[in-house]
């Protein structure tokens, strides 16, 4: 008997036919012997909807309300999907995050995990019950409903099959895995059998939305074996796989003789991204952790960050980029700060973008960044910012080339799929 946790999306579960289909394929498994617990999205829409009321209703609304309201998608698809699975003669019982002990700190609207109670599942569970958990939300350190940022179902269900054992973990959503690119945007992205978890986690860092971050390094943490597959069709997903399984299989390959190994993987985009520059801000000790220290009292998630000299002595210029959405509160923290720091000017911008190239293989491979770099050049995309890690490089440029550089890159990279593949 396998215990498997297995997570619907906004579009697997967007009406009474979707909901009753995943009900169908849950049943299917549960009639294969397996122990079953489902993690449930809001239907495609309801959450966007709901934030929209939340600002309606007040622009600088109280987080704790914002989270009363954007957690009711999911408690709205867990009771339908109990019922519908009940409908088809398969024990079910739904949970809300308070219910079930999912308990989390108090940072509402971004809320992480701190610890899950499983006797109650675990109970639920050796009686042959179908859980049916409600993604998304938790209880908080304050007792009240908290939620895990945007997208954060996959959060929930990844902690739960770390929590509870399970031998997998299943993200089902409207594309049938992991593409070379977002498939929406690059039409001729590839679907890639496997991706090691190191590159998913940069890929979705870099806004690559098919899973949480994370999911992805809760993933990573506690060993839960991941898989992104389609509730559409039954076809072959991605396996996310750690990094030692992709060099077990290169020995393969290059066995076979088949050297050619791409150095990417996979390119992703963020459109949610501004930039903020100090001009001629105190080229001294203690400045950037001044600032930097502020945003992130403030659980602003600085990204990007250049420093470079400024053309006045003992001045420099700093530029970073942080969520779009923070913009705003970004320049009112840096504005409180008063004279802790002293700069000429600040100056900002709303229509960045950022795109990311990621492969493990960069690690032992020259020449990304050159490529990367003359191929934006050769569109005439003038690049903003840069920064880099061990496996990934990052650009912000203006919003107006976002679809250029990703397609370009995608060629220049050798991942376009061949004409019917
Ligand atoms: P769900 O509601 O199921 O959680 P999401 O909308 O959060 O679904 O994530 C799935 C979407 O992720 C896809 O529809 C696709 O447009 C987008 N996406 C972005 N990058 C990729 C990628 N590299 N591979 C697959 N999908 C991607
Ligand atoms: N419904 C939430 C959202 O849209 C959580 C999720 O779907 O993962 O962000
Ligand atoms: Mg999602």
Redo the contacts with the bound molecule.
């Keep these: 008997m396998a215990r498997i946790v297995k997570k ?5 579960v967007a009406t009474m036919e979707r909901i009753a289909h995943v009900a169908g394929r849950v049943k299917a498994s549960v009639d294969a012997g397996d122990e079953v617990v489902v993690v449930v ?1 809001a239907m ?1 829409g309801t959450t966007n909807q709901l934030v929209a009321w939340t600002r309606e209703a007040g622009a600088l609304h109280d987080a704790r309300e914002y989270d009363a309201v954007v957690a009711a998608g999911e408690q709205i698809t867990a009771g339908l999907m109990a019922i519908a699975l009940q409908n088809l003669g398969v024990e079910a019982r739904s949970w809300l995050g308070w219910q079930l002990g999912l308990h989390t700190d108090d940072v509402h609207g971004s809320a992480r995990i701190l610890a899950i109670d499983t006797d109650k599942l675990d109970a639920r569970l050796a009686q042959g019950q179908v859980a049916v958990v409600a993604g998304f939300q938790g209880l908080g350190a304050d007792a009240r409903i908290t939620t895990l940022g945007r ?1 954060g ?2 959060t929930s269900a990844v902690a739960l099959a770390a929590a509870l054992g399970a031998v997998r973990c299943d ?5 049938d ?8 945007m690059v039409p001729h ?1 590839r679907k890639l059998s496997q991706i090691t978890l190191e590159e998913m986690l940069e ?1 979705a860092s870099g806004g ?3 899973l949480q971050t994370r999911a992805v390094a809760m993933a990573m943490r506690y060993g839960v074996k991941l898989q992104v597959l389609t509730s559409f069709e039954d076809v072959p997903g991605t396996m996310l796989i750690e990094e030692k399984g992709l060099i077990e299989e290169k020995g393969v390959i290059e066995e076979k003789g088949d050297m050619e190994q791409n150095v990417i993987n ?1 390119i ?1 985009y963020s459109d949610d991204e501004a930039k903020i520059t100090l001009v001629a801000i105190d080229d001294a000790p203690g400045v950037a952790a001044t600032l930097f220290g502020a945003l992130a009292d403030a659980h602003i998630n600085v990204d990007m960050i250049v420093q470079t000299a400024a053309s006045a002595p003992g001045k420099t210029d700093i530029t970073f980029s942080l969520p779009r959405s923070d913009l705003a509160r970004g320049l009112e923290v840096i504005g409180a700060i008063g004279d802790g720091i002293t700069y000429q000017e600040i100056l900002t911008a709303a229509d960045v973008c950022k795109i990311s190239v990621v492969g493990v293989a960069m690690r032992s491979q020259p020449g990304v960044a050159k490529l990367m770099f003359e191929t934006l050049a050769e569109k005439g995309i003038n690049i903003e910012v840069i920064s880099t890690s061990e496996i990934k490089i990052s650009v912000l440029i203006g919003t107006a080339y976002k679809e250029l550089a990703v397609r370009s890159l995608h060629t220049a990279f050798g991942l376009d799929a061949e004409c019917g593949d």
């Design positions: 619907f999306g906004g579009t697997s999205s495609a997208g179902s996959d993200i089902f959503t409207d594309v895995g992991v593409y070379t690119a977002d498939p929406r992205a890929l690559a939305k098919v996979g992703a």
